[in-house]
């Protein structure tokens, strides 16, 4: 597997969050801030409005602002900004792909409609339909139980072979048996694996990885790229220990806001003026709760790196 060529380069992905106002605007100087904070820590894959960015929750018009907004600061040489388009309607994804690569972006992070569980063959359809509609543009397919279906590799397999500009998955698994299935069922797409599951797919080939905690140990984080990277398995097991003992750490309460509470909290820990705010109706964590992350953050892990 370990020969196999992969449709896109092996790296690893940030996420731009979105910061918004008491009215629930768009503050657009604090967020072109945050993208250029995340640029400045050397990343060049950036993506914005998977589950961490809310992209679920935008209507249209703000949908084209974040977009807008996003574009004027990554849309140029080196860098390749990708968004997130998630929608029960086939066709209002591409309408939004459209206008998306009016403003200069060509990668898109797609999730499967979550209305009720696709067939096989329905499946199929939709990345055909939105694939194909676009061959100039490439396609990460984010693999989340949200949706309601898993694709297994064989899926991916059928699928990759029908649209040949899917270049890659997201996944947040840490299930050796899962990441073994996309390995080597198709190897030739590139998986990002978050840090639970980044060494598991680095021992059956090359992988990418999904920074869950870029914004808050960009250091621990490069390095455990790199250990990947370069199959230095000591130093990546080691890593693979130390970041899955955050989470548990961090968010020990029986507390399961909506994915992007987790997401703000890593900004908010590292600059606490950055709004945790969720869009309507969704809540964070409560004020008991970030204060003992506060005090967990502080005293355990600000020189965590």
């Known amino acids: 597997m370990s020969n196999v060529k992969t449709r896109f380069p092996q790296t690893s992905l940030a996420a731009c969050l979105l ?18 904070q995340t640029i400045d820590l050397g990343y060049n894959d950036i993506y914005l409005m998977g589950t961490a960015g809310e992209g679920y929750a935008l209507g249209e018009k703000c949908f084209r602002q974040v977009v807008s907004a996003f574009a004027q600061k990554t ?5 390749r900004p990708q968004v997130g388009v998630i929608s029960l309607s086939t066709q209002q994804i591409i309408d939004r792909v ?3 690569r009016e403003q ?3 990668l898109f992070q797609l999730s499967l409609p979550s209305w009720g569980v696709l067939t096989d063959a329905e499946t199929l359809i939709f990345f ?5 509609t676009f061959p100039d543009c490439q396609f990460l397919h984010y693999n989340l139980p949200r949706a309601k279906r ?3 590799g064989k899926d991916y397999r059928r699928i990759a072979d029908a649209a040949p500009n899917l270049v890659a998955t997201k996944n947040s698994t840490t299930d050796y048996s899962r990441i073994a299935d ?39 984080t490069r390095q455990m790229f790199e250990a990947g990277r370069s199959k230095d398995f000591t130093s990546l097991w080691r890593w ?13 309460s029986d507390a399961a806001p909506i994915d992007g509470a987790y997401d703000k909290v890593f900004c908010w820990l590292m600059d606490d003026s950055f709004p945790l705010r969720l869009l309507p109706p969704y809540l964070g964590f409560s004020a008991d709760e970030l204060s003992r992350i506060r005090t967990i953050y502080e005293t355990k892990l600000r020189h965590w790196e």
Request: with cysteine; proline share 6%; charged share 20%.
């Open 98 to 100: 459209g206008w998306c």
């Open 150 to 152: 898993v694709l297994t």
């Open 128 to 132: 055909k339909e939105v694939c194909g």
């Open 182 to 220: 996309l390995m080597r069922n198709a190897p030739d797409i590139q998986h990002f694996f978050t840090q639970g599951g980044f060494a598991f797919g680095c021992l059956l080939g090359e992988c990418s990885l999904l920074c869950s905690f870029c914004m808050l140990f960009p250091q621990a």
């Open 75 to 79: 849309v140029r040489p080196n860098l």
């Open 240 to 252: 693979h220990k130390d970041f899955n003992e955050l989470v548990p750490l961090l968010f020990s």
């Open 19 to 36: 910061p918004w106002t008491e009215r629930f605007e768009l503050d657009v100087e604090r967020f072109q801030t945050h993208v250029q």
């Open 104 to 106: 200069g972006i060509r």
